[in-house]
């Protein structure tokens, strides 16, 4: 009997990792000859103020995951970063909003966010997806972000008050909504997979095509896999099929290519958010 070869990742929130848990569920990750493991429970704390003192950065640095996602400026941060070092190795299949949401009448449009603080996670998509769409809308200074944390804390600070504005994805948008928030913008994005340079390439190849699969069965029937979304805060507040179909969605992962790979990191050059490698084949595998 042929022994698989082991892949550990790091959790990131449901929404993001749904393409490996379906393929976890299907047995596509062995087909292929890999045994998947989550490392740690599937429910992540993700709020620290420093990056790498976050779940999922913090199981990579240490050496007890070989891999994770999250958005894609910060998969190039944190590779840039990396003690132990680590490589962008293709666009996520999430394809997942970030939703600015608000519950005060007086914030109707993106103008009205001119100096308002918006609740986000510093250096995650809430925070890169706020200054890539906000910058649009707003001259630059008076754009405020607010770090605040994981989505259910900036959800219940958003709700009670202390938050006028804040930055969610599902099924947080679905639940804001169900008690009475409105959108002011949307902003999908594709994240990044982040993992150990030293696994090979066959190995990499067969994750790809294993969560590819599973994003066209999870894209054949989304209902059937919605629950899978809903973790233990928010438990009873809403149901699966009360969860919309328009703000999430999985197509199959893609290289970063160089273009991108450049126009991206000018970008966040433009934020005083610079790369110290800012080379393409010191970041992307």
């Given at each position: 009997?042929?022994?698989?070869?082991?892949?550990?990742?790091?959790?990131?929130?449901?929404?993001?990792?749904?393409?490996?848990?379906?393929?976890?569920?299907?047995?596509?990750?062995?087909?292929?000859?890999?045994?998947?493991?989550?490392?740690?429970?599937?429910?992540?704390?993700?709020?620290?103020?420093?990056?790498?003192?976050?779940?999922?950065?913090?199981?990579?640095?240490?050496?007890?995951?070989?891999?994770?996602?999250?958005?894609?400026?910060?998969?190039?941060?944190?590779?840039?970063?990396?003690?132990?070092?680590?490589?962008?190795?293709?666009?996520?299949?999430?394809?997942?909003?970030?939703?600015?949401?608000?519950?005060?009448?007086?914030?109707?449009?993106?103008?009205?966010?001119?100096?308002?603080?918006?609740?986000?996670?510093?250096?995650?998509?809430?925070?890169?997806?706020?200054?890539?769409?906000?910058?649009?809308?707003?001259?630059?200074?008076?754009?405020?972000?607010?770090?605040?944390?994981?989505?259910?804390?900036?959800?219940?600070?958003?709700?009670?008050?202390?938050?006028?504005?804040?930055?969610?994805?599902?099924?947080?948008?679905?639940?804001?909504?169900?008690?009475?928030?409105?959108?002011?913008?949307?902003?999908f994005y594709r994240g990044a997979e982040?993992?150990?340079?030293?696994?090979?390439?066959?190995?990499?190849?067969?994750?790809?095509?294993?969560?590819?699969?599973?994003t066209e069965i999870i894209e054949a029937?989304?209902?059937?896999?919605?629950?899978?979304?809903?973790?233990?805060?928010?438990?009873?507040?809403?149901?699966?099929?009360?969860?919309?179909?328009?703000?999430f969605r999985y197509a199959h992962s893609?290289?970063?290519?160089?273009?991108?790979?450049?126009?991206?990191?000018?970008?966040?050059?433009?934020?005083?958010?610079?790369?110290?490698?800012?080379?393409?084949?010191?970041?992307?595998?």
């Amino acid at each position: 009997m042929t022994s698989l070869h082991t892949l550990r990742i790091a959790p990131n929130v449901p929404v993001f990792d749904l393409p490996i848990t379906v393929a976890l569920e299907h047995g596509l990750f062995e087909k292929r000859g890999l045994d998947v493991q989550f490392v740690d429970k599937h429910d992540p704390v993700t709020s620290s103020k420093d990056a790498f003192q976050r779940q999922k950065e913090s199981l990579y640095e240490c050496g007890k995951a070989d891999a994770y996602n999250l958005c894609e400026w910060a998969g190039l941060d944190r590779s840039d970063r990396s003690g132990r070092g680590s490589r962008v190795f293709a666009l996520r299949p999430a394809v997942v909003a970030q939703v600015i949401l608000s519950f005060d009448p007086a914030i109707q449009e993106l103008r009205d966010l001119a100096g308002v603080p918006i609740g986000i996670n510093e250096f995650t998509g809430s925070h890169y997806t706020a200054l890539q769409f906000l910058d649009g809308a707003l001259p630059r200074d008076q754009v405020v972000l607010e770090h605040v944390g994981e989505p259910y804390v900036r959800y219940e600070q958003l709700k009670a008050g202390t938050l006028r504005a804040a930055s969610l994805m599902e099924p947080y948008v679905s639940l804001a909504l169900k008690e009475g928030a409105h959108i002011i913008g949307v902003n999908f994005y594709r994240g990044a997979e982040v993992i150990s340079p030293d696994l090979p390439q066959d190995l990499r190849d067969a994750y790809l095509a294993a969560v590819n699969e599973a994003t066209e069965i999870i894209e054949a029937d989304r209902d059937r896999y919605k629950h899978h979304l809903i973790t233990a805060p928010i438990r009873g507040r809403i149901e699966p099929q009360e969860i919309g179909n328009h703000f999430f969605r999985y197509a199959h992962s893609r290289p970063m290519d160089e273009g991108r790979f450049a126009y991206t990191a000018e970008w966040m050059g433009s934020w005083n958010l610079d790369l110290q490698s800012a080379k393409y084949e010191q970041l992307v595998l």
